[in-house]
C-alpha cells in the first residue's frame, strides 16, 4: 500500500509540474490543491468533520433545499439500492449533510467519509467530485486515479451542482461507486443521474418558494436544459432559475428594475406557445374559482367582459361544462 500511495503522489507531482494544468481540468485542480492549499497527495491526515452541534447548523442552512428535494432522493436511492453507490447533498462549503445509500454498507460509508459532516471541500481532501464541482461550478466525474489523496482512489464520483432560487450556487449533488472499480459507461450513466436529480432538486425549490407565482417553462433543446421563470400577476418577471437567466440574459439588476416577462429577447423563440398557455392557464383558473361565469371571472382578472370573450373564442375555451350563462 506504501508503494501504491507514493506512486500515486509522484504521478500526481510530476503531471502539475509538467504544466499538465493547462490541458486537463483534473491537473488543474491537482495544481490548486498543492499550489493554493499546500495539499500533499500522500498525507494520512485525518478527515475533517464536524462536531454534531456543527453539523445540526449546517444541516439547518440547507433545510429548505432538502424539504425540496425529499421525493427526487427517494427515486435515486430507489435507482441505486442494488448497487455499491450512494448519493450524498453537499452545502457550498463542501461538507455533506445528507446521505442517502444502502444500510448494509454503513461501515464502509464511514470508512471512505461517504458521510454526513465530513468536509469534502478541495481545501480539505483535495481534489475529489464535490469539492471540485463547487470549486468549478460545473458537473464533474472524479474517476479512482483523478482523486488528488492517494486514500480516496477507491472511490469515483459524478456530482452536479445545485443552484438556488436565484441562481446562486446553494451545494451539490454527489453519486459515488464505491469500494471496487467501474467502467467509464457507469460513470457516464452515474453522471447523467446526478445531473438530472440536481435539475430536478433546483426546480422543486425554485417551484415551492414561489408558490403564489405564474410559472413559465424555458425549453432550450440544443442545451437540453429547462428553465423556470416567475411572474407576478402583471407578468413581471420575480425570479428565474440559473438555467433561465442564462438563456434569456436576466440579471439581478434587471429583476430589482423590473422585467416585464414579454420584454426578453430570447424569449420570442418559445413565446408564443409558451405564453399562450400560460393565459390559457391563467382564464382557466379564473373561470373554476367563479364556477364558469364569464362576468365574474372578467371582474376577477380585471379585464372586460369583451376583452373576456375575445380571449376565450382565441383559446377556444368553450368546452361543455366550461362556461355558464351570467
Known amino acids: 500500500m506504501t508503494y501504491d500511495i507514493d506512486m500515486h503522489a509522484r504521478r500526481v ?14 491537473v488543474a485542480s491537482w495544481r490548486r490543491c498543492i499550489v493554493g492549499y499546500g495539499l500533499d497527495p500522500s498525507a494520512k491526515l485525518p478527515r475533517r468533520m464536524l462536531s454534531a452541534i456543527e453539523l445540526r447548523e449546517a444541516t439547518q442552512r440547507l433545510e429548505p433545499l432538502l424539504f425540496a428535494a425529499g421525493a427526487t432522493l427517494e427515486r435515486l436511492q430507489a435507482a441505486l439500492a442494488r448497487m455499491s453507490c450512494c448519493a450524498l447533498v453537499a452545502g457550498v462549503d463542501g461538507v455533506a449533510v445528507h446521505r442517502r445509500g444502502r444500510e448494509v454498507d454503513v461501515e464502509h460509508l464511514r470508512r471512505f467519509g461517504l458521510w454526513p459532516g465530513v468536509d469534502w471541500s478541495e481545501r480539505s481532501e483535495g481534489t475529489n467530485g464535490i469539492g471540485t464541482c463547487l470549486a468549478e461550478k460545473r458537473d464533474v466525474t472524479i474517476h479512482g486515479a483523478d482523486h488528488f489523496l492517494a486514500r480516496n482512489t477507491d472511490l469515483s464520483c459524478s456530482v452536479a451542482p445545485i443552484f438556488d432560487h436565484q441562481g446562486e450556487l446553494a451545494g451539490a449533488l454527489d453519486v459515488t461507486y464505491y469500494g471496487k472499480a467501474v467502467s467509464e459507461e457507469v460513470m457516464g450513466l452515474l453522471a447523467l443521474t446526478a445531473r438530472e436529480a440536481a435539475s430536478q432538486i433546483e426546480r422543486a425549490n425554485f417551484l415551492a418558494f414561489f408558490g403564489d407565482a405564474r410559472i413559465i417553462y424555458i425549453h432550450d433543446r440544443a442545451r437540453a436544459c429547462v428553465g423556470l421563470m416567475a411572474v407576478d400577476d402583471d ?56 364556477s364558469g361565469n364569464v362576468s365574474a371571472s372578467a371582474k376577477a382578472l380585471e379585464i372586460s367582459r369583451a376583452t373576456m370573450k375575445r380571449k376565450l373564442k382565441k383559446l377556444n375555451l368553450r368546452r361543455r361544462g366550461e362556461l355558464r350563462a351570467d
Open 235 to 290: 407578468d413581471i418577471v420575480l425570479g428565474a432559475t440559473r438555467a433561465a437567466r442564462s438563456l434569456l440574459g436576466i440579471t439581478d439588476a434587471g429583476l430589482r428594475n423590473g422585467i416585464p416577462a414579454m420584454d426578453l429577447q430570447q424569449l420570442a423563440t418559445y413565446s408564443e406557445d409558451t405564453m399562450a398557455r400560460a393565459e390559457r392557464g391563467t382564464i382557466r383558473r379564473a373561470l373554476a374559482r367563479t
Open 13 to 26: 507531482r510530476t503531471a502539475v509540474k509538467s504544466n499538465g494544468a493547462a490541458r486537463s481540468q483534473v
